[in-house]
């Protein structure tokens, strides 16, 4: 038809983030980053269990610039805006690709059995094998849920985005496992968003930071117990710790230290709902951003720290190798005492460790939404 869009976009994701009110998670950036560039060429496809729908272009457009408006009107708008198509309409896919970058609903039941007869060409974006990977790290059922997720785009993908090369590495062995073969597949980086933040000044005592959902994988009880004994040490001349990022799950003696830890206080610093411009205000004001996680898919923090000129001290990850281009000092995540000596050695003004880092860190390019469109479209168009 005529009026058909180029492409079909699922914004499943943004539409229940939105309405929960939750503060955007990396997925979340990379389902907008999507919007932004592919939403004046797409239609939009709806999912809640069992119910999907294709929507018209003119619907399409109104849920587009609902999910891009102010978020406090979303909750308002939607269920007498977008949503009152929902029951009327169900265009067909008519061949079009199918663009699901948030992993959404690959396990819901009946996903598989609408892909053909909805004609429509998935391609997905995986972001991590992590709950297959580490499942001790994830909710209780969620290893079974991520097996669904990724068999569904094993045997549904006309092809396959990888965050990063690691990741695609993860869905091959994954695949292999399954006696599967792995759709074809590209791997682009996820871009970044430029900084915009005025003049920051440095704080009287030196400040780290971490960013990211706490979670168990993330590893802050290493974070918290190295804490503890520079405070033992230094009193209230101990370095600062921000901890930038929602409270997730299976991290349970993480919250009960953050909350009932009195020696901590003043010391480390929670931030759940840090502004795009606070925490841009944070990152650039600390000596490091500290990244210890025992798993990681991508890793945006590492990526948005580099390109402002801010150390990053790691793990030892394929992933963080792969996107750091060699340029953060890489520990083991279990090595405490490593840990510890790089955190107290970043503290100092005269660090020849975090000197060199600096002078590595003026090569660094980071990579932007641009560059990923660019390759990705590309990519497209062959399939």
């Known amino acids: 038809m005529p009026d058909d869009a180029p492409l079909l976009l699922d914004v499943t994701r943004l539409i229940w983030r939105r309405w929960k009110g939750r503060h955007p998670t990396g997925v979340d950036r990379v389902c907008l980053a999507y919007l932004r560039h592919f939403g004046p060429s797409s239609q939009a496809v709806v999912q809640h269990k069992r119910f999907r729908r294709i929507l018209g272009r003119k619907a399409s457009q109104e849920l587009f610039a609902l999910l891009e408006g102010p978020a406090n009107r979303f909750r308002a708008k939607l269920p007498f805006g977008t949503l009152r198509h929902l029951g009327r309409?169900?265009?067909?896919?008519?061949?079009?690709?199918?663009?699901?970058?948030?992993?959404?609903?690959?396990?819901?039941?009946?996903?598989?059995?609408?892909?053909?007869?909805?004609?429509?060409?998935?391609?997905?974006?995986?972001?991590?094998?992590?709950?297959?990977?580490?499942?001790?790290?994830?909710?209780?059922?969620?290893?079974?849920?991520?097996?669904?997720?990724?068999?569904?785009?094993?045997?549904?993908?006309?092809?396959?985005?990888?965050?990063?090369?690691?990741?695609?590495?993860?869905?091959?062995?994954?695949?292999?496992?399954?006696?599967?073969?792995?759709?074809?597949?590209?791997?682009?980086?996820?871009?970044?968003?430029?900084?915009?933040?005025?003049?920051?000044?440095?704080?009287?005592?030196?400040?780290?930071?971490?960013?990211?959902?706490?979670?168990?994988?993330?590893?802050?009880?290493?974070?918290?117990?190295?804490?503890?004994?520079?405070?033992?040490?230094?009193?209230?001349?101990?370095?600062?710790?921000?901890?930038?990022?929602?409270?997730?799950?299976?991290?349970?003696?993480?919250?009960?230290?953050?909350?009932?830890?009195?020696?901590?206080?003043?010391?480390?610093?929670?931030?759940?709902?840090?502004?795009?411009?606070?925490?841009?205000?944070?990152?650039?004001?600390?000596?490091?951003?500290?990244?210890?996680?025992?798993a990681e898919g991508y890793g945006l923090p590492l990526i948005e720290a580099l390109g402002a000129g801010v150390p990053v001290i790691a793990s030892d990850l394929p992933v963080f190798r792969e996107i750091g281009c060699g340029i953060p000092n890489f520990l083991g995540p279990s090595d405490h005492s490593a840990w510890e000596d790089a955190i107290r050695d970043f503290t100092r003004q005269d660090s020849s460790a975090r000197a060199a880092q600096l002078a590595r860190i003026k090569k660094f390019r980071a990579p932007d939404w641009q560059g990923h469109f660019h390759r990705v479209e590309a990519w497209l168009q062959n399939l």
């Open 89 to 294: 309409l169900n265009e067909s896919g008519r061949g079009r690709l199918y663009l699901n970058v948030g992993h959404t609903g690959l396990d819901s039941a009946g996903f598989r059995d609408w892909v053909a007869p909805s004609q429509v060409k998935p391609v997905y974006l995986v972001h991590d094998l992590i709950p297959i990977t580490h499942p001790m790290f994830c909710r209780a059922g969620e290893a079974d849920r991520h097996r669904e997720r990724m068999r569904t785009i094993l045997k549904t993908a006309v092809g396959v985005i990888g965050n990063s090369q690691a990741t695609l590495g993860a869905l091959s062995e994954f695949a292999r496992s399954e006696g599967e073969a792995q759709p074809p597949s590209l791997a682009a980086w996820l871009g970044t968003d430029t900084l915009h933040v005025p003049a920051v000044q440095t704080p009287e005592r030196a400040t780290f930071i971490t960013i990211g959902t706490i979670e168990a994988r993330k590893n802050h009880l290493l974070l918290l117990d190295i804490w503890s004994r520079l405070i033992d040490e230094f009193g209230t001349a101990a370095p600062q710790l921000l901890i930038v990022g929602q409270r997730g799950w299976e991290a349970e003696p993480v919250f009960d230290r953050l909350d009932r830890d009195e020696k901590l206080r003043g010391h480390v610093i929670e931030l759940n709902h840090c502004s795009d411009e606070g925490v841009a205000r944070n990152l650039l004001a600390s000596r490091a951003l500290l990244f210890p996680s025992f």
